[in-house]
């Protein structure tokens, strides 16, 4: 039975938006209700996987499992905070529950612009503001905050909010340049003053109160606001695609290359990418950054309590950007739009949240026979999906990038402006701690841990992790020579966790161990690319680590569940511990041969430079999934030769005009070495 | 006083080669000389600087450092080897030195193009041919292979030939998919057969007489060998650059973007980098991929000797492919030449062995103010220069890029054919030290470390070396809420080695100690964005150890010498053991506020991927040098927006009409999220 509503791994339309607050509505009659989440609630697996297997087969399509939406509200007249299910497809609800009262929802965009607004007009915010006989013209501004959390007991919902010293009034002043020295903290809920903190100004952990301010420069980035000219050396790059891309699109279904898969979108992930085939064979049921943690170093109050959540505690798709043709991807450009829901229930269309594109990344293959000189050579084309979120201070660019060689990579670009502090830095101090980044201020150590959540679908749903270490063979009567050395694999049988290892070139690889290579002998696989990264830092005894603890290992495997799809757990925000993987972990469930998923954590320990600071040049991390054993040869072979005809490149003009040989299939005849006379 | 000689950084002339040749002629009359290599010398260091800094300050020049010339070659009449040192400018001999019978030269290309058709030719091998009663139109083929060290007595000059069938006579089959069971031993200079060594068929160390050849299929990959088609989805992507590209050149003087630096070229290593500034600063006096040994793990006689050292042992300038446009590399491009000899002392051009374009590499930085919205976007406008190596069957692609944000990165791309070596896996066999990659055939695991040796002039040329680790504080009274952690500093005092640590998130830096950061208080710096790697899995008890000891530890410390080029020692070929960084090092030198140098070892374990075969899609691995404390803020600020009006990029048809505030120097100015009703 075809169907015309969404596809099961559609993002929310605003129809649906609409369609929750009215079921809501009429569950609660009369009662003034406040929108915190309005988002599809992902679908039953087991129910999708009839239908997408459908779907690739190319057989008559099943019913589509049911389409089901996930609201987070509070009740304005008892202040309680609610999760419900509905069902879209019967109009229904299927629950609503009202959570603990030390459960706190993330932080909404409506709910964040109201606090900020608030302070600023704050009497106790207005005397500090006061006190330090600001120069005309130099105004005031404040970023709220997650609160963080210190202790077992705090019930309130709380914000701590960061204020600023705004030098001009531009749309791209610095205010992180100059940071002050106090910071109050309410609560969200009554937007009572809870207390007003004072900041440490020296190396110490010395606070006063507030003094008039000694006016330093700010440490600009506009243009118009430098003292430097802007480079007028840099020529146009335009990237012509005169017979379209290599792409098409049907809805939210791309097709390039062999490769297939849907774009999904939810406020919480931003991006997600779903039922990932190549040449029509399954590699991945789903792929995301499930969470991230960013703690920070400096052991001082109230920074300790810096640890934001930024997938549960505000969600990658409520910050992503609007992108703009040109300026945020180069060539030909699809865009992908998200919604989202206001604090009353409206649908908000979020224009261009995601954009595609190719790209050309220099060489993919290439061998030159010495003998006759014939080469072939193979670009490396990629297709881009990226994503960019600000949250507040920081920039986060996710790519995820497809390639003809069936390789699939997550690159992560940090970027944007540091999370800074007050510091009185004129008398040449310095912190272990952080980096001076200007006058008056500092940027704190800070480390940034992703979790990528893997769920995999090599030749079928039912796939098996292992990890293999490359080592020395003992030296004994098969080593005679002592140079052999072999892969030694570990399976992981039931859930639990693995350290990666530099030393012994450890791999991680997915298996289907119904599914045998006729070549090597082994089930088709492939491998994770990891990226070995320091992990938390925090003490085990504090409760930053306890609500991260999918940060403290770069290896988690469960066997999925439907729900568990955050590696922090559903609510991060002030949590006091998390109930993510390390709790699922604790099932023992059997991983061999089932429906299993691979958690990567990996991350950035941050130790500012002083070039990071006013807005940071990227800083680059990458992980890779890539076919082991999957294939019987390079699935890249059939790919067309590098040539002239098809590339036009031009030659630098004192150069004596040289090309290859563009249209043969038997690629570039220019021998190595030619002799001259 | 300005002379119109070569640069004390140029690549040799065909002019010096002559001259080399006649000088030698006058030096050894009547005798006849075989010339392996002549190239330049690398000139005096402390001679090179005051000239250098000449050209930076826009000083007048001092006289040049002498032209020297390096000559390495053999007397016809007794045998002997020979180095000798030229000065060119004098046009006389400084030395010709007979070198000791156990050190072995080079391998060069007339040499093995001598053995190689020598073996066909030879009655054994005719014989062993026969007995496999090759099926009409298949013939066999051989690839010369360094013969590596087993033990400490042998003085002969030796190549072991690897033996491959040829299925068809094309230009591009592929005959490692095809090999043979029997590999002759060659003397090199009296071109006797040594030994018929035969190669195990099975999975254990049993060999036996050659019998005929059971047809199977090659493995190919030239297009017309393929059985598939070729993709025909693949759409042009073409870079066009109207204004021309942004860099400029000057003989091998490049300037781009605020930096300036001298493109190199020897036989050996191939491309150098020299005399790297930005914005008129010193950063690096020279950057070259010094070595790189390849250890293969098949613990079998005689692939325990099968360790290629392909700058020592043969030259990546020697193996550097002559590039095509349009195929190599995309844009805008030029192209740099080098000569080196032949066995005769003849000049030949290798043209186009070094390319060089811009690429654009996504988003260099991004910050949106969510309160205006107002987004500044530049992008990473990128300076690429290109050489790929073809040695026998596998290739290397270095790239050097340069970028705006004062950032150089060594990208090294592995690519080619697969050293595969005969494997009887019809009824299922496999082996634990390789990869069945098609019938008959079997890739052993195998390591490629690379030694990157970078000549440090931060500020200065004389540079202190140190690392820093990321550590938690201890729990105290200073560290009250157990988040604190900071960085530990290590400096390396004396010449020595170090290993990198992703659990400590270890970086290392080069700083210069007379120059102090105005902001952060802190002696300038760059840092190394290290690839932490396994190190050598060859047991300690190995010649492939004691060979290849740069490749025990990630991290090598010297004080500059004048002849301290190569990781691995002068002469590789059939080394009993090395010269290099573990001798060096072991002077303890003082190495803090000195002229250093620092030694990176990476590589890659390449347990083989049947998908790597027959030709291998690229396995990249990267190392960065990045300013830490070396500017004030960042370096990339004054790059221009992104904006449209410069990037003419196009929209996917269905979408809407859509484009970003071009010429605005305060960038795009969408609002993060927009209300619709």
């Known amino acids: 039975m075809v169907t015309h509503g969404p596809h099961p791994f559609d993002p929310i339309s605003p129809e649906e938006i609409r369609l929750a607050v009215k079921i809501l509505e009429a569950t609660f009659p009369g009662v003034s209700l406040r929108y915190k989440r309005i988002d599809v609630n992902e679908p039953i697996k087991k129910d999708v996987i009839a239908y997408i297997e459908a779907e690739r087969l190319r057989r008559p399509l099943p019913s589509p499992p049911a389409r089901l939406l996930y609201v987070l509200f509070h009740r304005l007249d008892t202040g309680a905070f609610y999760k419900a299910i509905l069902n879209a497809d019967k109009r229904s609800i299927v629950y609503a529950k009202e959570l603990p009262k030390e459960v706190q929802g993330p932080i909404d965009i409506d709910e964040i612009a109201g606090i900020e607004e608030m302070c600023m007009k704050h009497p106790a915010v207005l005397a500090e503001i006061e006190k330090l006989q600001l120069p005309a013209g130099v105004t005031v501004c404040n970023d709220p905050w997650m609160y963080g959390t210190d ?71 506009a243009h118009d606001l430098l003292d430097e000219p802007v480079r007028s050396d840099l020529k146009p790059y335009i990237v012509q695609q005169p017979e379209g891309p290599s792409y098409s699109v049907d809805g939210n279904s791309v097709y390039w290359q062999k490769w297939r898969f849907r774009v999904g979108f939810n406020a919480r992930e931003g991006l997600v990418i779903y039922n990932v085939t190549y040449d029509n064979r399954n590699l991945f049921y789903r792929l995301a950054v499930s969470e991230m943690t960013v703690p920070y170093g400096d052991p001082r109050a109230p920074y300790h ?40 229930g409206n649908p908000l269309q979020l224009k261009n949240v995601i954009c595609m594109h190719e790209q050309d990344n220099g060489l993919q293959h290439k061998h030159t026979n010495y003998r006759s000189g014939a080469a072939t050579v193979v670009r490396n084309r990629q297709l881009v999906l990226q994503m960019i979120c600000t949250v507040a201070n920081y920039e986060y660019i996710f790519n995820y990038i497809f390639d003809q060689a069936a390789n699939v990579e997550l690159e992560v670009r940090a970027t944007g402006i540091l999370s800074t502090v007050p510091f009185d830095n004129e008398n040449g101090q310095t912190v272990p701690w952080g980096t001076n980044v200007g006058p008056g201020v500092m940027a704190p150590f800070h480390q940034h ?47 639990g966790t693995a350290n990666t290892s530099v030393d012994r070139h450890r791999v991680f690889k997915i298996r289907n161990d119904n599914v045998v290579n006729p070549i090597t002998y082994k089930p088709v696989a492939y491998k994770l690319m990891a990226a070995p990264s320091q992990m938390l830092l925090v003490s085990k005894n504090a409760p930053g680590y306890r609500r991260a603890e999918f940060a403290t290992k770069p290896i988690w495997v469960t066997k999925y569940q439907d729900d568990e799809l955050y590696a922090a757990g559903e609510f991060t925000n002030q949590s006091r511990r998390a109930e993510g993987v390390e709790t699922w ?13 691979l958690w990567h954590t990996f991350g950035l320990t941050h130790n500012p430079r002083i070039e990071d ?16 054993g999957f294939f019987n040869k390079n699935p890249a072979l059939d790919v067309p030769q590098s040539s002239q005809l098809f590339n036009k490149s031009s030659l630098h003009p004192e150069e004596a005009a040289s090309c290859c040989a563009g249209s043969s299939s038997a690629g570039t005849k220019a021998k190595l070495y030619k002799r001259i006379d």
């Not at 549960?312 to 945020?328: K, V």
């Open 151 to 221: 202790n077992d007991t705090e019930d309130r919902r709380l914000f701590q909010c960061f204020m600023y010293m705004v030098e001009v009034d531009h749309p791209q002043n610095n205010h992180y340049s100059l940071p002050c020295k106090f910071s109050p903290v309410f609560d969200g809920l009554t937007h009572e003053l809870v207390r007003m903190d004072y900041l440490p100004g020296g190396a110490d952990f010395e606070t006063s109160t507030t003094q008039p301010w000694k006016p330093v420069k700010t440490v600009q980035y």
């Open 613 to 628: 600071f006013p807005v940071m040049p990227m800083e680059r991390i990458s992980v890779m999934l890539k076919p082991d």
């Open 585 to 597: 972990v604790q099932r023992k469930d059997n991983t061999e041969n089932e429906d299993v998923i």
């Open 449 to 495: 841990m992703f979790s990528l959540r893997v769920d995999p679908a090599i030749d079928g749903f039912k796939n098996t992790i292992y990890y293999e270490d490359s080592v020395p063979m003992p030296e004994d009567e098969k080593n005679p020579y002592l140079v052999g050395y072999v892969s030694e694999p570990t399976v992981m049988r039931t859930s």
């Open 305 to 344: 309590r810096k640890q934001a959540f930024d997938v549960g505690d505000t969600g990658f798709g409520m910050n992503a950007n609007q992108l703009a043709l040109g300026c945020d991807c180069l060539g030909h450009i699809k865009y992908f739009d998200g919604y989202r829901n206001d604090c009353k």
